[in-house]
C-alpha cells in the first residue's frame, strides 16, 4: 500500500518562500522517481518538477527554473520542492506523485498520488 503525503502549503507573499514535503509510505523511495504536480483552479495538471530514483537527475518546467529546487532524503522517506521567489501564477494546489523507474521527465506517468497542498501566493 503506497501513500505519499504532502505538507508544507501556505499563504505566502509574491516574492517569498515556502518547502513542501512529501512523505512516502508502504513503499521505499530509493526505488522510485518522484513527481511534482499543480494545477489551478480551471486549468488542467502540469508537471512542475521530477527527480529521478536511480540518478537523482533532475527536471523543471520552464516557468520555475531558477525558483524550485526538488530534492530528496532517502533515510526520511521524503522528497522536497524547496519554492523560491513565488509569484501569483504559482498559486494552486501542488501534488507529489510516485513511479516505480529509474528516469522520469515531466511527461512521465506517475502512478501513485498524494492528496495534495494548497499553496496561494497574494499579496
Known amino acids: 500500500q503506497l501513500q505519499l503525503v504532502e505538507s508544507g502549503g501556505g499563504l505566502v507573499q509574491p516574492g517569498g518562500s515556502l518547502r513542501l514535503s512529501c512523505a512516502a509510505s508502504?513503499?521505499?523511495?530509493?526505488?522510485?522517481?518522484i513527481g511534482w504536480f499543480r494545477q489551478a483552479p480551471g486549468k488542467e495538471r502540469e508537471g512542475v518538477s521530477c527527480?529521478?530514483?536511480?540518478?537523482?537527475?533532475?527536471n523543471y518546467a520552464d516557468s520555475v527554473k531558477g525558483r524550485f529546487t526538488i530534492s530528496r532524503d532517502n533515510a526520511k522517506n521524503t522528497v522536497y520542492l524547496q519554492m523560491n521567489d513565488l509569484k501569483p501564477e504559482d498559486t494552486a494546489v501542488y501534488y507529489c506523485?510516485?513511479?516505480?523507474?529509474?528516469?522520469?521527465?515531466?511527461?512521465?506517468?506517475?502512478?501513485?498520488w498524494g492528496q495534495g497542498a494548497q499553496v496561494t501566493v497574494s499579496s
Open positions: 527527480i529521478s530514483s536511480r540518478s537523482g537527475i533532475t
Open positions: 508502504g513503499f521505499t523511495l530509493d526505488y522510485y522517481s
Open positions: 506523485a510516485a513511479e516505480r523507474s529509474p528516469f522520469c521527465v515531466l511527461t512521465t506517468r506517475f502512478g501513485s
